[in-house]
Nanobody
Framework: VQLQASGGGLVQAGGSLRLSCAASGRPFSINAMGWYRQAPGKQRELVASITSGGSTNYADSVKGRFTISRDNAKNTVYLQMNSLKPEDTAVYYC???????????????WGQGTQVTVSS
């Protein structure tokens, strides 16, 4: 099982980007999924998360601007980012709690990271 993130890029302040992260390898079950980010010189921080039932949680800094969603049929999580600010510049990582098969337990998986750069 692997997580493959895409959708990052360079955008001007006030613009929008949509990140996607798909779990390949036909996982048996996926629990919570989320997005984290890490800016240069800073610790990785939670941006948003979503449970398998659709309950969401956001960092205060992105509330009202970012929306997390998921398509369980496609094993994919999305992050719609609107009204982007220069301080949103970071490498964004997707994360998911995945159970590979019926004999395994849930464990954390990470995507490879995608760069988001917001220019002022």
């Amino acid at each position: 099982v692997q997580l493959q993130a895409s959708g990052g890029g360079l955008v001007q302040a006030g613009g929008s980007l949509r990140l996607s992260c798909a779990a390949s390898g036909r996982p048996f079950s996926i629990n919570a999924m989320g997005w984290y980010r890490q800016a240069p010189g800073k610790q990785r921080e939670l941006v948003a998360s979503i449970t398998s039932g659709g309950s969401t949680n956001y960092a205060d800094s992105v509330k009202g601007r970012f929306t997390i969603s998921r398509d369980n049929a496609k094993n994919t999580v999305y992050l719609q980012m609107n009204s982007l600010k220069p301080e949103d510049t970071a490498v964004y990582y997707c994360n998911a709690a995945i159970r590979e098969n019926r004999w395994s337990t849930f464990r954390d998986y990470w995507g490879q990271g995608t760069q988001v750069t917001v220019s002022s």
